[in-house]
């Protein structure tokens, strides 16, 4: 085991005794929610991200072993496993290197060259490799001749053709031509003679070169979309030419020979025909696949600041889905979200019924005493925008204020089955107007029920590998749920199965349990719900949460397991309850390294319980910004270079980030404008949901686009 966890430990510059820690906890059953928030003693306080680094790289260190001893065992049959090959194969640090030496060992489909040794030409290979000075080679090659040989001409190709496999299997080439080219080759980038770009959408790169090192995962990506779409034509460039005089030299000890030119011919047809090919394709794949994970990586975090945008607790909310002819669909809720009531209204082409809509809208935000209007951000979005800003400018009395809401997966989530239990009368769009209001009240609870690739919150999402996308993105959500908590009394069956421990199952008993007994008082409760056992009970239970329990500790994130200890520590610090108002006062002249000593607890769960005392009932979500909320809009042909908008991020990408200021597009911000400092990623310098001040450098009316700069004007 220690073999397979040191290059782990180094990669994240941790102790081996951490990952070792870590993988024991993992076999023990945790979920890693729960050892990155309640293990921290063990793992010296690793998150999320380095426990899930940890799982992976293991498995894979894991899978390396195995490949290995499979390779050495399938030589072995062959009877031509040697110690020098052992301990080669040993060496090997990727699974592409195993497969470089168990190359020349494969069971191989039908070749020249092994056409050429079923001949009987393996012989005559390996006399030219002799580099023999004197004799001629004609009459070496007669000694070959047979009926599937007829001329010496067949006799010496078919010894070059073996020659040139020899020169594509050798691992110690391929591992020099891998290792230069992904360090020196370029990628050669140019569009396709009469290709079609009709939105110049690769102009970037119809004369583009740099270095495969270099490449940024926007620009691979984007690169490999223009040439699946026959746009662009894509090759790379690098120095062929030491290659062929490196393998020439090894294999004649840059000696004359009378064979010396048959030799230089075979090894430039194994480097031409076999070798740059297949390295070429190794080289794109492995820079696709890192730009898909960086990729994935933008999606993951874009996914978990969404997520944890802060709810606009307490609001009695219309949410508007905008439509032209079938109408704009208008749903309130109330603050826990329960639906109020539906209606419809006309006020834009073709039907523009404008005058009884303005009149539907006022009744509706009086009558429930709407504070805030969510408005989807389809078809129609701003149409609709403009006609609630002017209620609201007509109407001051209403005390209203509008947010522009994001519309991705609320059709998905409308039309599925999830929705349609919960409002089998309603049509899809009235569905939809629900969502749109909810995603305003609590973002969490609505959009855990949209599969996440359709939030649209990623950069070239359709281009990545499925599988591994809803891995990290299911990942990306439990993380967050899991952070935030959930209220036990009031969460979905479809957010309680993403809490730790919990499952499709438990969850369901969970609600059920809690739509025949009421509410639960207290979290030792929960142990009688069936399938939710000990472990599942130690793994969810502090993230768990009862707003109104008696027990007071029962309403934070402090784990039950800690309860002795917290009430310790609160004697310590003479804190009665956690409504005293001398409560911060003590926690923050408290030294937790004492505490623990003195109390026999180790500093990392002090540390989190006083933590916990300072803010026991605070949400995770509201240190991050809320909605902007509007009272009136914004056109294009308003803005002017120079003016500065408030505005809110909406998606980052490893260009820069698009900020919506209330146009039918968000503009972008590069991320050469986000910091006047270099920075290497646009997330160090903002988040989805961030509330930022943008100043306008560049308008395009008729594309309708606009850039934007963070920078100091």
């Known amino acids: 085991m220690e073999k397979l966890i040191k290059p782990i430990a180094a990669t994240l510059n941790i102790s081996t005794a951490q990952v070792k820690n870590t993988l024991d906890l993992l076999s023990d059953g945790n979920t890693i929610p729960f050892i990155a928030r309640y293990r921290k003693e063990v793992t010296k306080g690793l998150d999320e991200e380095q426990i899930r680094y940890i799982d992976e790289q293991y498995q894979y260190q894991k899978n390396l072993v195995k490949r290995k001893e499979d390779v050495k065992r399938l030589i072995e049959t062959q009877g031509k496993l040697t110690l020098e090959l052992i301990a080669q194969i040993d060496a090997c640090e990727t699974l592409a290197t195993v497969e470089d030496i168990y190359r020349p060992y494969q069971q191989k489909r039908k070749t020249r060259a092994t056409d050429a040794i079923a001949k009987g030409l393996k012989p005559l290979a390996e006399w030219i490799l002799t580099c023999p000075k004197k004799g001629n080679v004609e009459d070496e090659a007669k000694k070959y001749l047979s009926d599937q ?148 990586d933008v999606f993951s975090s874009n996914l978990e600041r969404l997520l944890s945008q802060a709810p606009m607790k307490g609001s009695i909310i219309l949410g508007l889905d905008p439509a032209y002819r079938t109408g704009c669909k208008l749903a309130v809720i109330d603050n826990t979200g329960k639906l109020l009531q539906i209606a419809v209204i006309y006020p834009h082409q073709p039907v523009n019924k404008k005058t009884e809509a303005i009149e539907k809208t006022i009744e509706l935000i009086n009558k429930y005493q709407v504070n805030l209007i969510a408005i989807g951000n389809g078809t129609a979005s ?118 730790a421990g919990l499952n499709k199952s438990v969850a369901k008993s969970l609600v059920t349990y809690r739509n025949e007994n009421g509410y639960f008082k207290s979290r030792t409760q929960l142990t009688k719900v069936k399938g939710l056992g000990d472990k599942a009970y130690q793994q969810a239970a502090g993230f768990l949460r009862l707003p109104l329990a008696k027990e007071e500790l029962d309403r934070t994130a402090i784990h039950p397991e800690s309860y002795d200890l917290t009430r310790q520590i609160m004697r310590e610090l003479g804190i009665h309850s956690l409504s005293d108002e001398n409560r911060g006062l003590a926690i923050s002249s408290a030294r937790p390294e004492e505490l623990a000593q003195r109390l026999n607890a180790d500093v990392y769960t002090v540390k989190d319980i006083l933590g916990v005392l300072e803010t026991p009932f605070r949400d995770y979500r509201d240190r991050f910004d809320g909605p902007l909320l509007h009272k009136d809009i914004v056109k294009i042909e308003d803005l002017k270079v120079g003016l500065t908008l408030e505005g809110t991020v909406r998606n980052v990408t490893d260009f820069g980030a698009f900020v919506d200021i209330g146009l039918k597009s968000d503009g972008l911000v590069h991320i050469s404008k986000l910091s006047k400092d270099r920075i290497s990623s646009p997330y160090e310098k903002v988040a989805v949901g961030d509330i930022v001040n943008v100043t306008v450098i560049e308008i395009d009316l008729e594309r309708h686009k606009v850039s934007l700069s963070m920078l100091d004007q």
Not at 453 to 459: A, C, E, F, L, T
Request: proline share 2%; net charge negative.
């Open 382 to 499: 701003r149409e609709s925008e403009a006609f609630i800003a002017d209620i609201l400018r007509s109407n001051p009395d209403l005390n209203a204020r509008y947010a522009i809401v994001s519309e991705a997966g609320a059709s998905v989530y409308s039309a599925g089955d999830l929705a349609r239990e919960e409002f089998p009368d309603l049509h899809v769009e009235e569905r939809s107007a629900v969502s749109i209001a909810r995603r305003l009240l609590d973002p969490l609870s609505e959009l855990i029920k949209i599969d996440p690739k359709s939030i649209g919150v990623g950069q070239y999402q359709h281009d990545l590998a499925p599988a591994r996308m809803q891995e990290r993105l299911d990942f990306a959500v439990i993380k967050t749920v899991n952070r935030i908590g959930a209220d036990v009394n009031t969460a979905s069956e479809e957010l309680l199965r993403h809490i």
């Open 149 to 296: 040989v007829t001329s010496t001409q067949d006799a010496i190709q078919g010894a070059k053709d073996i020659l040139a496999e020899m020169v594509s299997d050798d691992a110690k080439l391929r591992k020099l031509i891998r290792d230069m080219m992904f360090t020196e080759a370029k990628i050669i980038v140019k569009k396709m003679k009469n290709a079609q770009d009709e939105e110049k959408t690769y102009r970037s790169y119809y004369e583009y070169t740099e270095r495969c090192s270099t490449m940024a995962s926007h620009r691979i990506m984007a690169i490999n979309r223009g040439e699946r779409e026959k746009i662009l034509d894509v090759s790379m460039e690098y120095n062929r030419e030491r290659f062929l005089k490196y393998q020439y030299n090894r294999l004649t000890n840059n000696q004359e020979s009378i064979v010396n030119e048959l030799i230089n011919e075979s090894i430039k047809d194994g480097l031409k025909r076999l070798v740059y090919p297949s390295i070429e394709r190794e080289i794109r794949s492995n820079l696709t696949e890192k730009a898909q994970e960086k990729s994935i």
